[in-house]
C-alpha cells in the first residue's frame, strides 16, 4: 500500500502554531499588499471560499476580519523536514513531493508497523505530538489513487481505498481529481465525453490517445486502476524557479530588470546548493490582465553563476516589446546537470573565466550568507529601492 | 532558344549545384538554375546570393536564349532521361519542352531577367593552386562549423590568406569554432612576391560549394578583390561574397609553448577515442584525460548513461596531467590525418592541446579543455 500524506492548510497552521491568537480565525499566509497572492489559507478562512493562488484583494472582498502574515519560509522547511524524518521512520520509500507533501510505500511493512490503518493513525500521532500539526493522509494500492484519498477527509482525515474497492472507485473519480489533468485536459476530455474515469473504459483507446498523446496511455492504464509509477526517494530537481507579484504594475524596464538581479542571485544560490549547473535560463511575466507568457534561452555550456542567469533573464527582458504593464517576473532554470561537469572553454573568448570570476564571487557570497543570514551582502541596486514584495 | 546537350555533362554540373539552388533565400528565383544558349554550347549559373557559379557547356545550339528553370526539377528529368542526348526547347514564352520522341516534358520557367546578376569581376591577381590540394584544405577547415544559429563571422567563415614560407608561397585557411580551430597550408604558385596585406573571410558554406568543383587532378586559379573569393576552373568559376568581420589573432595558439609531445598511433588513438564517446549526450560531451607517465586513461561518465574506462600505453614522461576534452573535436582532428602516426602537444589543463601528422605539417588542430 502507498500513503499519500498532506499537511493540512500548512503555511497557515504553522502560523497558527506560532501564534495562538490566530487560532479560530481567517488567516492567510501572503503579502500584505493587495497585490500579492495567497499562499495559503487556513480552514477557517477557506470556508469563505478563499484558496491559494487567489489574489489577496479578493480574498479581503470575501472575508472582512481575514488577517494576513507574511510567510516564514525558513519556519516552514524546517517543520517540513522534522515531518519527513518521521515519515522515514515508517519506511525507506518516502518521496517528497512539495514542502507539504510526500508518499510513503508501506509495502512489506505491516510485520513492522501493522496494518494500513494503524500505521497510518500511528504517523498521524507522531506529527501532531512532535510538531503540533494535523495533517490528511491517503492510502491506495497506487500512487495517483493514494493523493486523491487523502483529499477525500480532509483535515485531519484518513482516507483507505483498499485493493478490492479500486475498480469501483475509478469508476466514479470525476477526471478532474487525477493529477496532471488540468483544465484544458479536462475540457478535451468533457468535449469526448468523458467526466468520470471509469467512461475511458467505454471509449475507443486509439481515439483517446490521438487526442492526448502520451497522456492518452496513462489515461487508459488509470482507468484500469494500473499506475505504474513508483515511489522514488530523491527524485532529481527538474528546474529551479523564484518569481515575485511586484507592488505597483510597472512597464519600466529598468526597474523590472533589477528585479531580475535579486532573482537570478536566489536561483544561482539554490543551484549551487543543490550542486547543478543549468543549460536553459527562462523568465516569466504576467501582465497586469493576468495573461502570461514565459519565454527561454539555451546557453552553450551550462552554468550555476548568479551573474550569467541574470544576463540571459535581462536579454530576455530587453527583447521582449511589454503588451501591457507587468504585474508579476521571475527567473527560472532548467535543463540541470551536475555542477561537477565539464565546461568546455574558448580559445578567444572567456567563457571559462566569467565562469571562474563570478563563480568564486558567488562562492564567497554563499559562505558568508550561510553564515550572517541572506541579507547581509546585497547588489547595491537592490539596496537602492526594495519595492518588490514577496 | 532550342539546344541539344550531353546528357553526363549537365547531370555533373546539375548535381553539383544543388547545395546552392536548395538553401533558402530571399528570392524564390534562386531555386532556378540560369540557362543563356549561345554558338557552340550553354552557359550555365546558380547562386544562393553569396555564393554564385557559373559555367559553360558544350552544346548544340539551334537557336540562342535564355531561361531559367528549376535546378531540382531539371536535375531529376536529366538524371532519369533514358538518352545520352537531351533536347531542351523554348517553344513558347518560358514554357519549356524537355524531350526526344518517347519522353517529353513541359516545364514552366521564370523570368530570366529576375534572376541575380553575376558579380563582375575585373583586375584580380590570380594564382594557382593544385585543385586536390585546395580541396583537401576546404575538407579540413568545414570540419568545424559552429551550431546553425550562431551567426558570428569568425565561426560561419574561414580565414584565408596568402603567405610566403621557406622562399614558397602558400596558401592557408583557419577554421574555428570558438573552442578549437585547425588551419591547413597548400602550395601556391603565384609571380606576385608580395604576401596578402590582410586575411580574409570566406563564409564555409561557399567553400563546402567549391570543394565539390574540385576534382582529382589539375590546376584552378584563385584570387580576391575586397567583397569577393573567386576559384576558377577551365569553364567554371565560383564567386563567394566575403564576410565582414575581424577573425581572432590566432598565430599564438598555433605555436608551441613548450609542453610535451606525444608521439601516437593515429588507428590506436582514433578507436580509443570513439569507444569513449560512446556514452556521450547533449549534455554531457566531455571525458577526462589523464597523461601520467607511460600511460594515457581516458574516463568518459554519463549520469544518465553509466561510465567507461579505458587505457593505453604512450610514450610521456612529463609531470602527471588531467585534462578534459570533448572526444568529438579529436576523432574530427585525425580523421582528416592521412599519416599512420601523429604527434599531441599537451603543456597543463588549461592550454590546448595541439594535435598535428608526424611529418606533414600542413595540417595543425588546436583544441580548447573544458574545465573540470
Not at chain 1, 503579502?31 to 499562499?39: E, H, I, T
Not at chain 1, 482525515?157 to 477526471?175: K, M, N, T
Request: hydrophobic letters at 40%.
Amino acid at each position: 500500500m502507498i500513503l499519500h500524506l498532506d499537511m493540512d492548510a500548512f503555511f497557515a497552521s504553522v502560523e497558527q502554531l506560532d501564534n495562538p491568537d490566530l487560532v479560530g480565525k481567517c488567516v492567510v499566509v501572503g503579502g500584505q499588499s493587495n497585490r500579492g497572492v495567497v499562499a495559503a489559507a487556513s480552514y477557517e478562512a477557506r470556508k469563505y471560499g478563499i484558496h491559494s493562488a487567489m489574489p489577496i484583494f479578493q480574498a479581503r472582498e470575501r472575508c472582512k476580519d481575514l488577517v494576513i502574515v507574511s510567510s516564514h519560509r525558513r519556519r516552514y522547511s524546517e517543520i517540513s523536514q522534522q515531518v519527513m524524518a518521521i515519515l522515514g521512520e515508517y519506511s525507506p520509500l518516502v518521496e517528497q513531493i512539495s514542502i507539504d507533501e510526500a508518499f510513503v510505500d508501506i509495502t512489506g511493512c505491516d510485520q513492522i508497523t501493522g496494518s494500513t490503518r494503524d500505521t497510518a493513525l500511528a504517523i498521524k500521532k507522531r506529527i501532531k505530538e512532535a510538531v503540533g500539526l494535523t495533517c490528511s493522509v491517503g492510502a491506495a494500492p497506487v500512487k495517483f489513487l493514494a493523493k486523491i484519498a487523502s483529499d477525500m477527509d480532509k483535515p485531519d482525515g484518513l482516507y483507505i481505498i483498499r485493493p478490492d474497492e479500486v475498480a469501483s472507485f475509478v469508476q466514479h473519480l470525476p477526471v478532474g481529481k487525477i493529477s496532471g489533468v488540468g483544465k484544458k485536459t479536462r475540457s478535451a476530455l468533457e468535449r469526448l465525453g468523458i467526466r468520470l474515469l471509469g467512461d475511458v473504459q467505454k471509449f475507443n483507446e486509439q481515439k483517446i490517445i490521438a487526442r492526448l498523446g502520451k497522456f492518452g496511455y496513462r489515461l487508459i492504464e488509470l482507468s484500469r486502476g494500473i499506475d505504474k509509477s513508483k515511489v522514488t526517494p530523491h527524485s532529481p530537481t527538474k528546474s529551479i524557479s523564484t518569481e515575485s507579484t511586484l507592488s505597483a504594475n510597472t512597464d519600466d524596464k529598468t526597474f523590472l530588470t533589477t528585479q531580475l538581479l535579486g532573482q537570478a542571485e536566489e536561483v544561482g544560490r539554490q543551484l549551487r546548493r543543490k550542486a547543478m549547473k543549468a543549460k536553459t535560463v527562462t523568465l516569466k511575466l504576467k501582465y497586469s490582465d493576468f495573461k502570461q507568457i514565459t519565454r527561454s534561452i539555451s546557453l552553450v555550456e551550462p552554468t550555476q553563476v548568479s551573474t550569467v542567469i541574470y544576463g540571459k533573464a535581462g536579454d530576455l527582458l530587453s527583447a521582449e516589446t511589454l503588451r501591457k504593464k507587468v504585474r508579476l517576473i521571475g527567473v527560472g532554470v532548467s535543463g540541470l546537470v551536475p555542477g561537477d561537469t565539464p565546461v568546455q572553454c574558448g580559445l578567444f573568448d572567456q567563457v571559462c573565466d566569467t565562469e571562474n570570476i563570478w563563480g568564486k564571487v558567488d562562492e564567497a557570497l554563499d559562505h558568508i550568507r550561510g553564515k550572517f543570514g541572506k541579507d547581509i551582502v546585497v547588489k547595491a541596486s537592490l539596496r537602492r529601492r526594495d519595492e518588490s514584495t514577496e | 532558344m532550342k539546344f541539344t546537350i550531353n546528357k553526363n555533362d549537365l547531370v555533373d554540373v546539375l548535381s553539383k549545384v544543388q547545395g546552392l539552388t536548395n538553401r533558402r533565400s530571399n528570392l524564390v528565383i534562386t531555386e532556378n538554375v540560369l540557362i543563356k544558349a549561345v554558338t557552340g554550347g550553354i552557359y550555365l549559373s546558380a547562386t544562393d546570393l553569396e555564393t554564385g557559379f557559373e559555367g559553360f557547356y558544350p552544346a548544340e545550339v539551334d537557336t540562342d536564349g535564355i531561361v531559367a528553370l528549376s535546378a531540382r526539377k531539371l536535375y531529376e528529368i536529366a538524371r532519369e532521361f533514358p538518352n545520352d542526348r537531351i533536347l531542351i526547347h523554348e517553344i513558347e514564352n518560358r514554357w519549356i519542352e524537355i524531350g526526344n520522341q518517347n519522353v517529353q516534358y513541359h516545364i514552366v520557367g521564370m523570368n530570366a531577367d529576375d534572376f541575380p546578376e553575376t558579380p563582375q569581376i575585373n583586375e584580380i591577381d590570380f594564382y594557382e593552386s593544385d585543385a586536390a590540394a585546395l580541396k583537401k584544405i576546404i575538407e579540413e577547415c568545414v570540419l568545424i562549423s559552429g551550431a546553425g544559429d550562431d551567426k558570428r563571422a569568425h565561426i560561419n567563415g574561414a580565414f584565408f590568406e596568402r603567405l610566403n614560407q621557406d622562399g614558397g608561397h602558400l596558401i592557408r585557411l583557419v577554421s574555428t569554432d570558438g573552442s578549437r580551430l585547425s588551419t591547413s597550408d597548400a602550395p601556391c604558385v603565384t609571380d606576385n612576391e608580395s604576401t596578402m596585406a590582410e586575411g580574409i573571410l570566406i563564409p564555409k558554406k561557399g567553400l563546402h560549394e567549391v570543394a565539390k568543383f574540385l576534382d582529382a587532378g589539375g590546376s584552378v586559379k584563385i584570387g580576391n578583390n575586397t567583397s569577393y573569393f573567386i576559384v576558377k576552373k577551365d569553364v567554371e568559376t565560383i564567386v563567394i561574397r566575403l564576410l565582414e568581420g575581424d577573425f581572432p589573432k590566432y598565430n599564438e595558439i598555433t605555436v608551441k609553448s613548450g609542453g610535451h609531445d606525444i608521439l601516437m598511433s593515429k588507428k590506436q588513438f582514433i578507436k580509443m577515442l570513439k569507444r569513449m564517446s560512446i556514452l556521450s549526450s547533449e549534455n554531457y560531451k566531455g571525458a577526462v584525460f589523464n597523461f601520467n607517465k607511460n600511460e594515457l586513461i581516458i574516463t568518459a561518465s554519463n549520469p544518465d548513461i553509466g561510465e567507461a574506462k579505458e587505457d593505453m600505453a604512450i610514450k610521456y614522461e612529463g609531470d602527471d596531467v588531467e585534462m578534459a576534452f570533448n572526444p568529438r573535436f579529436f576523432i574530427d582532428a585525425l580523421s582528416a590525418i592521412e599519416e599512420d602516426n601523429i604527434i599531441l602537444n599537451i603543456t597543463n589543463e588549461e592550454k590546448p592541446c595541439l594535435i598535428e601528422a608526424e611529418s606533414d605539417k600542413n595540417y595543425l588542430t588546436v583544441i580548447m579543455p573544458m574545465r573540470l
